[in-house]
C-alpha cells in the first residue's frame, strides 16, 4: 500500500502523489510551502509556467538533493513564447538542467497543431531537458491525435477527476489506461473545497467518521482507487501528512459505488450524468471495447446513398446546363428552363457538402 511509484511507460519512475503549486503565490511563502511538502515526505513536486511561481519552487528545491526529487512543470503558451524557449526558462526558474516531467499544459497551446507541437516535445526528450513527456487536459480525441504521429508516447495525462466528473472521465481514463498512459488526477478535493454540501459530501463525511480520517483523506484515497496519481496541495502541515496517509486508506467496493453513485447525482457546475452517460459507464467498468464503446455512430447506409444521390444529381445539372448552354453557342435555340439547372446545381451541393461535415468518415 503506500503511494507506490509507477513505472512509466518510457523506463521512468515516478512518484504517485506531488504537491502542486498553482495560487500558493510568490515570495517566501511558497518556497516555506514547497520545503514543507518536502520535509513531510513529499517526493514529487508538481509547477507549471502559468503558476509564475517556478522560481519559488526552485529555491526550495536547492535546499534538497535534485536527485531525490521528481520535478513536473508544464508548457503554458505564456508570453507567446515557443515550446523550446520556454522549457530553457522553466530549467533557468528551477535552477536545474533537467526536468523529470514537461506536460502541454492544455491541447489548445499544442501549436501550430497537435503533431508539430510534440515532435517539439520529443526533440527536447532527446536533448536530455525532460526526461519524460506529457500532456495535461487532452481528451481521448486529442489524444489520438497525437497517438497517430508520435515517436514518443506521453507517459501522463494530467487532467481534472473529482466524484462529480468521474462518468464524463471514464473514457479518458480507460483510453489512457490501454495506452499505458499514466493518468494525474489534479482539484480531487472540489467535492469538499466548492461543494462542501453536495450529493458526496454525506457519504465521505459517514467514511471519514467510520475510518477517523479527514475527508479530504478520503477523496484523495478516492482517486487512488481510481487508478490515478494524485497532484493536491495545501499550506497546512497535518493536511499534507493526511494526503500521504491516503496511500494506506482502503475504500472498499461498497464505499466506492456509494461515492460514485453520489458523484453521478452531479452538481450544479457538470450536471446530472444523462442515461447515455451512465450506459457509457457501465460498458467501460465491465470492461468493453473502448474504442467501440466511445466510437463516433457508424455513418447509417441511408446518409451515403444520399449523399452518392445528391453528387449524382448535382453533376448531372452540371452537365446538362453546360450542355444546353453549348448547344445555344452553337446556335440551337435553348429553352428559358436551362438556367435553373445551375442554381439546382448549387443547392444540391450545398447540401451534399453539409452532409460531408456531419459525417466526417463519408
Ligand atoms: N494541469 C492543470 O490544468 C491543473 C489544474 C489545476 C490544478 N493542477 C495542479 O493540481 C494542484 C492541486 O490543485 P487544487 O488546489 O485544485 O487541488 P485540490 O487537491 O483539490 O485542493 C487543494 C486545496 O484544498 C484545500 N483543502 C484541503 N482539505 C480541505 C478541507 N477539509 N476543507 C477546506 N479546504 C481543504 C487546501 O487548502 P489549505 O491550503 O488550506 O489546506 C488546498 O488549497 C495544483 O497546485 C496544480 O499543481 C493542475
Not at 509507477?6 to 515570495?27: E, Q, R, S
Not at 497525437?146 to 473514457?171: D, G, M
Not at 491516503?246 to 460514485?260: E, M, Q, V, Y
Request: with cysteine.
Amino acid at each position: 500500500m503506500g503511494w507506490e511509484p509507477v513505472k512509466l511507460n518510457d523506463g521512468h519512475v515516478m512518484p504517485t502523489i506531488a504537491f502542486g503549486t498553482w495560487k500558493i503565490g510568490n515570495g517566501q511563502s511558497p518556497i516555506d510551502q514547497v520545503t514543507q511538502a518536502l520535509d513531510v515526505g513529499f517526493t514529487h513536486v508538481d509547477t507549471a509556467q502559468a503558476y509564475r511561481n517556478e522560481v519559488e519552487a526552485g529555491k526550495a528545491l536547492a535546499k534538497v538533493d535534485r536527485s531525490k526529487v521528481f520535478v513536473t512543470t508544464k508548457y503554458s503558451g505564456l508570453d507567446g513564447l515557443d515550446i523550446d524557449t520556454s522549457i530553457r526558462n522553466s530549467l533557468k526558474n528551477l535552477g536545474t538542467d533537467y526536468v523529470d516531467l514537461y506536460l502541454i499544459h492544455h491541447p489548445r497551446l499544442a501549436k501550430p497543431d497537435i503533431p508539430t507541437a510534440w515532435a517539439r516535445m520529443e526533440a527536447l526528450k532527446k536533448a536530455g531537458l525532460a526526461r519524460s513527456i506529457g500532456v495535461s487536459n487532452f481528451e481521448v480525441a486529442d489524444l489520438a491525435i497525437l497517438l497517430a504521429s508520435a515517436k514518443v508516447k506521453p507517459v501522463a495525462n494530467q487532467i481534472l477527476l473529482h466524484p462529480y466528473v468521474y462518468i464524463r472521465q471514464l473514457p479518458l481514463l480507460a483510453y489512457c489506461a490501454k495506452h499505458d498512459i499514466v493518468v494525474e488526477g489534479y482539484s480531487g478535493l472540489i467535492p469538499i473545497t466548492q461543494y462542501p454540501d453536495g450529493p458526496v459530501s454525506g457519504v465521505i463525511g459517514a467514511i471519514s467518521a467510520r475510518e477517523s480520517v479527514a475527508p479530504e483523506v478520503v477523496l484523495t484515497a478516492w482517486s487512488k482507487a481510481k487508478g490515478a496519481t494524485v497532484v493536491t496541495t495545501s499550506r497546512k502541515k497535518e493536511r499534507l501528512e493526511g494526503y500521504l496517509k491516503a496511500g494506506d486508506l482502503a475504500l472498499t467496493t461498497s464505499d466506492l459505488a456509494k461515492i460514485d453513485a453520489a458523484g453521478a447525482k452531479g452538481i450544479d457546475a457538470v450536471g446530472p450524468f444523462s442515461d447515455d452517460e451512465k450506459a457509457m459507464m457501465r460498458k467501460v467498468e465491465s470492461g468493453a471495447d473502448l474504442e467501440a464503446a466511445t466510437a463516433p455512430a457508424p455513418i447509417s447506409q441511408g446518409r451515403s446513398a444520399e449523399l452518392t444521390m445528391l453528387t449524382a444529381l448535382s453533376a448531372l445539372s452540371v452537365f446538362v446546363y453546360f450542355g444546353l448552354m453549348t448547344a445555344e453557342m452553337a446556335g440551337f435555340k435553348v429553352p428559358f428552363w436551362v438556367s435553373p439547372f445551375m442554381l439546382l446545381s448549387i443547392v444540391l451541393d450545398r447540401k451534399a457538402k453539409k452532409i460531408r461535415a456531419a459525417n466526417p468518415g463519408l
